[in-house]
């Protein structure tokens, strides 16, 4: 039996549903204890990023042999308890890049060109010319904080459109093919230079709290930053400090430390300028649900088919 506990593009389950009992529940996200109850008798189970497949989980889980992901984060996989049980994982690995790449353009251009937040004032008569004419990306530094397969199609994007690509990332040898065309630089350097600074690392105990009070203070006040990577990974209360006090020029957050957010993380972030919020969704559009769905259901079926 698969058991798939959120959203999926349907054409992918029912492919599913053709050759395996199947139990597809978007539901199920927000019931947990359901979730240990039917994966007793899984052979598969299929997440995004709210399921939390987690040791205790697996331990209920006898017959699980392998665990799919919506997305490319693990962070809510126990991926060594996986290993421990030889549970293989599949993650969608590069099937959501370009929809992540086009966020961080799409938002870096919102902000940088600051009019488009002006509906109230040309609706109520004003003429808000001069602050709404902005800035172009053209020209513009873009730093990349990881340099995976979502960064990489990033730069390709930012290129395209005249930027210059710096990158840092420890975590790829130097003599990599991948820093051919772009600048390997440290982190406090990317922060210094860039003028666009976006994320693209995992969740770990080496990147909470990455960009901090100290990290912040580098970014220039004419710079803008996009997190489409995890929550947590940003000081989320000293960006909100940064943005108003003026010491960076805003920034779009599409993760966040809590998810949905509470009253204490929502109130840091009331009332502030030239700030984008959205729900988890860079990665997420129907061109990439369809891409990602069935680049896991075909590792899923691959898995079962060849036992």
């Known amino acids: 039996m698969i058991l798939i506990t959120e959203f999926m593009d349907e054409l992918s389950v029912q492919k599913l549903e053709n050759r395996y009992e199947v139990i597809y529940d978007p539901s199920l996200v927000n019931n947990q204890k359901q979730i240990t109850r039917l994966i007793k008798d899984s052979q598969a189970i299929i997440v995004r990023n709210k399921t939390l497949v987690t040791r205790e989980l697996i331990e209920f889980a006898p017959n699980l042999l392998c665990v799919g992901r919506l997305g490319v984060g693990l962070d809510n996989i126990d991926t060594k308890a996986c290993k421990d049980r030889k549970i293989a994982v599949y993650p969608a690995t590069g099937a959501n890049a370009r929809s992540v790449a086009e966020y961080v353009i799409c938002t870096a251009m919102v902000l940088f060109r600051g009019a ?16 709404s004419s902005g800035l172009e990306l053209c020209g513009k530094i873009i ?20 930027m210059e690509v710096v990158a840092y990332d420890p975590y790829l040898s130097s003599d990599a093919k991948v820093w051919e065309d772009t600048q390997k630089v440290s982190l406090d350097k990317l922060l210094t230079v860039s003028d666009v600074i976006s994320l693209h690392v995992p969740l770990t105990t080496e990147t909470r709290n990455l960009i901090d009070k100290k990290r912040l203070r580098l970014v220039k006040r004419s710079s803008v930053l996009i997190n489409s990577a995890r929550g947590g990974i940003v000081n989320e209360q000293e960006l909100a400090f940064a943005i108003k006090e003026g010491r960076i020029l805003g920034a779009a957050l599409d993760v966040f430390s809590k998810e949905p957010l509470n009253v204490e993380l929502a109130n840091h972030f009331k009332g502030l300028p030239n700030i984008i919020l959205t729900p988890h969704i860079a990665g997420v ?11 896991v259901a075909k590792r899923i079926d691959e898995h079962l088919s060849n036992l």
């Not at 488009?116 to 602050?131: A, D, H, T, V, Y």
């Not at 129907?286 to 680049?295: C, D, F, G, T, W």
């Open 143 to 162: 730093g990349l904080i990881g340099f995976g397969q979502i960064a990489q199609r990033l730069r390709t994007l930012a290129t395209a459109l005249g």
């Open 285 to 295: 559009t129907r061109e990439s649900n369809l891409r990602v769905s069935e680049l």
């Open 116 to 131: 488009f937040n002006k509906n109230s004032e040309i609706l109520s008569g004003q003429w808000p010319r001069q602050e």
